[in-house]
C-alpha cells in the first residue's frame, strides 16, 4: 500500500514539533534542559489529587459519574466554577460561555477548524506559539502578522487573529494594557475576531497585573454575549498537564458551535479528571500558583544573571514578568538553528531554535530558553556552555572574514 499518495493533501504541511522531538532525547541523555517549557513536576499536588480521587470513588454517586460519560460542554460544577473564575478576573460569564476542552490545545485546535478553510488568512504574532501554528497548519491557512503595537494597523480580511497576552511563547513578553485595550478596538473596527492564549495568566510574579483581552472586551461590551474575542484557559500550568482539563469562554453562540466540534472530535473530556481537577482548583489552585510563581522567579533570576554574565557583545533577551520563556537575539549572522544542534550535540544543552515560532519568514538569530525545568545551578552552567560555544562561533565567523 502506498500510503503516502494517500494522505490529505493538508499532511504536507504537517511537520514534527522540534521540543516534542527534542523531549525524545531527554530519557536517553544527561541533558540541560533549557529548551521545552514544561511544568516543573515538583510542583504537582500528587497527595491532593490522590485525595480527591479517593473521596470521588468513596461515593458511589460520584464514581458513576466520574467512570460515565461526560456533556460535551464539560461536567456542570466545573464549568460552574471557571464561570466564577472568569468572573472574578473581570469577565463576568455562565456556564452557557463555557466549555472544556482537552486542555488549551484543542480549544486552538478547535478555535482553527471553526473558522479556517483551506487558503484562508489567520494572523498571528510572529514569533508565536508553535502548537497554535502547527494545530492552524492542518486548516490550510495563509498566514499574516498580528501586530501588537497600540499604534499598528491591523490586517484586513483574516478569518481571526491569534495572540497571547501574558508572558507568550515564546518570548515571554506580556502585552501592555495600551496596547490590549487598542487591539481590541481595531480588531472590532474591521470586524477580526480574537483568540486570546491565556495559559500564561497565572504566573505573573513581578509587576502590575492587567485584565486580560477578554476581560477588557466585555468590561467595553458591557455583555460577554457581544464581545468579538474567545479565551482559551488551562489547568495545566498550574495543577497538572496529564489531567488535560482546558476550556474556552466566549459568546455562547460560538460556545454551541464548538460544541458540535467537540462531539465529532472525541464527544468529551475525561469525567473523572475533571472531576479531580475541580477537587483540587476549589481547596488549592491559589496556593499551587503562588508556588509555582516563587520557583519560577526564581529561576528566572539565575538564567538572566547568567546570560548578563556569559554572553558576547551583541547579545540581547526579553526580561520576561512572568510565565516561562526568554526570548534570545543573537548577532544576525548566527543561526539559532546551527547553535541549537551543535549545543544539544556537544554541550548537552537543549535550547530551542527561534525560526520554528514563525509560520513564514523566520528570523533565524533567535532562540527560546526555557526556566521552567532548570533547577538555578543547571540553568547557570547551561547558559554558561551557551556563551562559550557563541563566543566560539563568532570568533571563527570574524576569523572567516
Same mark, same amino acid.
Given at each position: 500500500?502506498?500510503?503516502? %499518495?494517500?494522505?490529505?493533501?493538508?499532511?504536507?504541511?504537517?511537520?514534527?514539533?522540534?521540543?516534542?522531538?527534542?523531549?525524545?532525547?531527554?530519557?536517553?541523555?544527561?541533558?540541560?534542559?533549557?529548551?521545552? #517549557? @514544561?511544568?516543573?513536576?515538583?510542583?504537582?499536588?500528587?497527595?491532593?489529587?490522590?485525595?480527591?480521587?479517593?473521596?470521588?470513588?468513596?461515593?458511589?454517586?460520584?464514581?458513576?459519574?466520574?467512570?460515565?460519560?461526560?456533556?460535551?460542554?464539560?461536567?456542570?460544577?466545573?464549568?460552574?466554577?471557571?464561570?466564577?473564575?472568569?468572573?472574578?478576573?473581570?469577565?463576568?460569564?455562565?456556564?452557557?460561555?463555557?466549555?472544556?476542552?482537552?486542555? %488549551?490545545?484543542?480549544?486552538?485546535?478547535?478555535?482553527?477548524?471553526?473558522?479556517?478553510?483551506?487558503?484562508?488568512?489567520?494572523?498571528?504574532?510572529?514569533?508565536?506559539?508553535?502548537? /497554535?501554528?502547527?494545530?492552524?497548519?492542518?486548516?490550510?491557512?495563509?498566514?499574516?502578522?498580528?501586530?501588537?503595537?497600540?499604534?499598528?494597523?491591523?490586517?484586513?480580511?483574516?478569518?481571526?487573529?491569534?495572540?497571547? %497576552?501574558?508572558?507568550?511563547?515564546?518570548? #515571554?513578553?506580556?502585552?501592555?494594557?495600551?496596547?490590549?485595550?487598542?487591539?481590541?478596538?481595531?480588531?472590532?473596527?474591521?470586524?477580526?475576531?480574537?483568540?486570546?492564549?491565556?495559559?500564561?495568566?497565572?504566573?505573573?510574579?513581578?509587576?502590575?497585573?492587567?485584565? %486580560?483581552?477578554?476581560?477588557?472586551?466585555?468590561?467595553?461590551?458591557?455583555?460577554?454575549?457581544?464581545?468579538?474575542?474567545?479565551?482559551?484557559?488551562?489547568?495545566?500550568?498550574?495543577?497538572?498537564?496529564?489531567?488535560?482539563?482546558?476550556? +474556552?469562554? #466566549?459568546?455562547?453562540?460560538?460556545?454551541?458551535?464548538?460544541?458540535?466540534?467537540?462531539?465529532?472530535?472525541?464527544?468529551?473530556?475525561?469525567?473523572?479528571?475533571?472531576?479531580?481537577?475541580?477537587?483540587?482548583?476549589?481547596?488549592?489552585?491559589?496556593?499551587?500558583?503562588?508556588?509555582?510563581? /516563587?520557583?519560577?522567579?526564581?529561576?528566572?533570576?539565575?538564567?538572566?544573571?547568567?546570560?548578563?554574565?556569559?554572553?558576547?557583545?551583541?547579545?540581547?533577551?526579553?526580561?520576561?514578568?512572568?510565565?516561562?520563556?526568554?526570548?534570545?537575539?543573537?548577532?544576525?549572522?548566527?543561526?539559532?538553528? +546551527?547553535?541549537?544542534?551543535?549545543? @544539544?550535540?556537544?554541550?548537552?544543552?537543549?535550547?530551542?531554535?527561534?525560526?520554528?515560532?514563525?509560520?513564514?519568514?523566520?528570523?533565524?538569530?533567535?532562540?527560546?530558553?526555557?526556566?521552567?525545568?532548570?533547577?538555578?545551578?543547571?540553568?547557570?552552567?547551561?547558559?554558561?556552555?551557551?556563551?562559550?560555544?557563541?563566543?566560539?562561533?563568532?570568533?571563527?565567523?570574524?576569523?572567516?572574514?
Amino acid at each position: 500500500m502506498d500510503w503516502n %499518495s494517500l494522505y490529505a493533501t493538508r499532511m504536507g504541511k504537517v511537520v514534527a514539533s522540534d521540543i516534542r522531538e527534542r523531549m525524545k532525547l531527554l530519557a536517553a541523555r544527561q541533558i540541560i534542559q533549557l529548551g521545552g #517549557g @514544561l511544568p516543573d513536576p515538583s510542583l504537582f499536588p500528587a497527595a491532593e489529587i490522590a485525595a480527591a480521587t479517593a473521596a470521588i470513588f468513596a461515593d458511589p454517586a460520584r464514581a458513576t459519574t466520574a467512570l460515565h460519560y461526560a456533556p460535551s460542554e464539560g461536567h456542570m460544577p466545573l464549568r460552574e466554577w471557571i464561570a466564577g473564575y472568569m468572573t472574578s478576573i473581570g469577565a463576568p460569564c455562565g456556564v452557557d460561555n463555557i466549555m472544556i476542552t482537552n486542555g %488549551s490545545q484543542q480549544a486552538i485546535d478547535f478555535c482553527g477548524r471553526l473558522f479556517l478553510s483551506p487558503g484562508d488568512t489567520v494572523a498571528v504574532e510572529m514569533p508565536s506559539f508553535i502548537g /497554535a501554528l502547527r494545530a492552524f497548519d492542518t486548516y490550510e491557512p495563509r498566514y499574516v502578522a498580528l501586530p501588537n503595537e497600540a499604534e499598528a494597523p491591523l490586517p484586513v480580511g483574516a478569518k481571526f487573529g491569534y495572540l497571547g %497576552s501574558d508572558f507568550r511563547n515564546p518570548t #515571554g513578553t506580556a502585552m501592555t494594557l495600551a496596547e490590549r485595550e487598542a487591539m481590541i478596538d481595531k480588531a472590532a473596527a474591521i470586524g477580526l475576531p480574537l483568540v486570546e492564549d491565556g495559559c500564561y495568566e497565572k504566573l505573573r510574579f513581578e509587576g502590575q497585573a492587567v485584565p %486580560s483581552v477578554f476581560a477588557l472586551a466585555v468590561q467595553k461590551a458591557g455583555d460577554v454575549e457581544k464581545v468579538g474575542v474567545l479565551h482559551t484557559g488551562t489547568l495545566s500550568k498550574t495543577i497538572a498537564p496529564s489531567l488535560r482539563v482546558g476550556w +474556552v469562554a #466566549g459568546p455562547s453562540a460560538v460556545i454551541r458551535k464548538l460544541v458540535l466540534i467537540k462531539q465529532a472530535a472525541d464527544l468529551a473530556t475525561s469525567a473523572l479528571n475533571q472531576m479531580i481537577a475541580l477537587a483540587v482548583a476549589q481547596t488549592s489552585l491559589d496556593r499551587l500558583a503562588d508556588a509555582g510563581r /516563587a520557583l519560577y522567579l526564581r529561576r528566572r533570576d539565575a538564567m538572566l544573571e547568567a546570560l548578563e554574565t556569559h554572553m558576547p557583545p551583541g547579545v540581547t533577551w526579553t526580561r520576561p514578568e512572568g510565565g516561562l520563556y526568554i526570548w534570545v537575539t543573537l548577532p544576525a549572522h548566527i543561526d539559532g538553528a +546551527v547553535l541549537s544542534e551543535r549545543l @544539544l550535540m556537544e554541550e548537552a544543552v537543549s535550547v530551542i531554535s527561534g525560526a520554528a515560532f514563525y509560520p513564514v519568514d523566520p528570523v533565524r538569530n533567535t532562540v527560546r530558553l526555557s526556566y521552567s525545568l532548570a533547577t538555578e545551578e543547571a540553568a547557570r552552567e547551561g547558559v554558561k556552555r551557551m556563551g562559550t560555544m557563541l563566543s566560539a562561533m563568532l570568533e571563527t565567523a570574524v576569523a572567516a572574514e
